[in-house]
């Protein structure tokens, strides 16, 4: 088999700063899309942590564990993550061969919550960009505290961190704001939500965060970093609460569009193609649809597309 082909299908590698609700949300998408008929399995590729994810496919724990390398390489926590991330790296073709095993399902890659993995270390891109090689089309899921928002300062560092990741980890790329529901006992918002989701006018940020003294005399650097921001044009964010299945229903909408998954195969599924052109409601009967054929790997006649589109 070409080496291309061996892994052909669509996942989410779900990224983010520790605690952000990483893991939870990948048990939650995993029984979202388990109920709706489609075939997914959690990988975890965080070695961290006192117990095994449950529910999880296959783990990095199997390969090597955080504490040993600790204990062996003499190494904290955060060098150990690193040295693991790097193991994986040179190590691909066990992952590989785990996967293959369970190729035409849905990957949903649980990943560690070092920041640096995401917007500097090389170790994370290399194996996203290999799994890529493989034929898996990985969507990043970027996954924030919306914690965040109650302060200009720590939104505005939000901001900066959720850019420079989608251009380190160069993936299609969803941000989340998670945790929704708590919101508003975090305490009140400058502005209202449409505000942070939609990262609007970033001026009036920095209007508000400078009216405090202490950040007035650092308003250059604010402004300066907001231009940065809205020049890039590139983040924004849907609001996720995992006790809400519509709003994971909304990310799972966006993800699959972001991947690919929701066009169906390129060459094959004209009629998802046009349905998503044409900004019609993407449906989840007709990507089961597709999941179907797209494990059975038949090709389809243009007759038989044209009778999807009647
Ligand atoms: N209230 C609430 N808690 C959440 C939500 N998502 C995650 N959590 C909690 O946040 C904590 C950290 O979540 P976890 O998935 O372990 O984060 P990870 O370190 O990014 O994998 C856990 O106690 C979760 O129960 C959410 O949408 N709402
Ligand atoms: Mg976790």
Redesign the pocket.
């Known amino acids: 088999m070409a080496e291309e082909c061996v892994l052909a299908g669509f996942g989410q590698a779900?990224i983010?700063?520790?605690?952000?609700?990483?893991?939870?949300?990948?048990?939650?998408m995993h029984a979202l899309l388990t109920s709706m008929g489609r075939k997914a399995c959690i990988i975890n590729l965080?070695p961290a942590?006192e117990e095994e994810e449950p529910g999880a496919a296959v783990s990095l724990r199997e390969l090597l564990g955080l504490e040993e390398v600790m204990s062996e390489l003499r190494l904290g926590p955060n060098g150990a993550l690193l040295y693991c991330m790097e193991y994986l790296q040179t190590n691909l073709d066990w992952l590989q061969s785990r996967l293959q095993s369970m190729r035409g399902t849905y990957f949903l890659f649980?990943c560690p919550?070092q920041v640096e993995l995401y917007t500097h270390h090389p170790a994370l891109p290399s194996i996203l960009r290999r799994l890529g090689e493989w034929g898996l089309r990985l969507c990043a899921v970027h996954?924030v505290?919306s914690h965040y928002c109650t302060d200009p300062a720590k939104f505005i560092s939000v901001l900066c961190t959720s850019l420079s990741t989608m251009l380190h980890v160069e993936l299609p790329h969803v941000n989340i704001l998670?945790?929704?529901?708590?919101i508003e006992q975090y305490g009140r918002l400058a502005f209202n939500m449409d505000y942070y989701t939609e990262v609007m006018d970033l001026s009036y940020l920095v209007d508000h965060l400078t009216s405090d003294p202490f950040f007035r005399r650092h308003r250059r650097l604010h402004e300066k970093l907001a231009e940065v921001i809205e020049d890039y044009g590139l983040v924004t964010f849907i609001p996720?609460?995992?006790?809400?299945e519509q709003s994971l229903q909304k990310v799972l909408s966006t993800v699959d569009k972001a991947s690919g998954f929701c066009y169906g195969d390129q060459q094959r599924s004209l009629g998802n193609l046009m349905s998503v052109a044409v900004g019609a409601d993407f449906h989840f009967a007709s990507t089961l649809a597709f999941q179907e054929k797209y494990v059975e790997q038949e090709p389809r006649t243009v007759e038989e597309e044209n009778s999807d589109l009647s």
Do not use: E, H, N, W
């Open positions: 779900v983010g700063p520790p605690g952000s609700g990483k893991s939870t949300y990948v048990r939650a965080d942590g649980d919550g996954l505290d998670s945790k929704m529901d708590l996720l609460s995992i006790k809400d």
